[in-house]
């Protein structure tokens, strides 16, 4: 009962940076824990970055630490990811995501809540 709508994908060179949005509606828990999975063609879902209600709790895969940033503004019921110095490498469909569970690891289950994901494309 809880929707998650993503936005602020699109065209960006190589080098640039991006800020995408998932905003929340209907039924939200202050339970949930909120992020974000990116999936390219042909290649397996990835997870990226996830943050709890209260903020206290972020976690990123490896990969991402050094260039994205997660946050999360409870006011606006909207998660923020800040990405900078874009590889084309980091190309894919970008998915929010809520879930009970907290991801351990690169692992993350969710089974509460996606969005319909918005596209980043990095270009050469």
């Known amino acids: 009962q809880v929707q998650l709508v993503e936005s602020g994908g699109g065209l960006v060179q190589a080098g640039g940076s991006l800020k995408l949005s998932c905003a929340a509606s209907g039924r939200t828990f202050r339970s949930y824990t909120t992020g974000w999975f990116r999936q390219a063609p042909g290649k397996e879902r990835e997870f990226v970055a996830a943050i709890s209600w209260s903020g206290g709790h972020i976690y990123y895969a490896d990969s991402m630490k050094s260039r994205f940033s997660i946050s999360r503004d409870n006011i606006k019921n909207t998660v923020y990811l800040q990405m900078n110095s874009l590889k084309p490498e980091d190309t894919a469909v970008y998915y929010c995501?809520?879930?009970?569970?907290?991801?351990?690891?690169?692992?993350?289950?969710?089974?509460?809540?996606w969005g319909q994901g918005t596209q980043v494309t990095v270009s050469s």
């Open positions: 995501a809520a879930s009970r569970e907290v991801p351990r690891g690169s692992s993350w289950y969710v089974g509460d809540a």
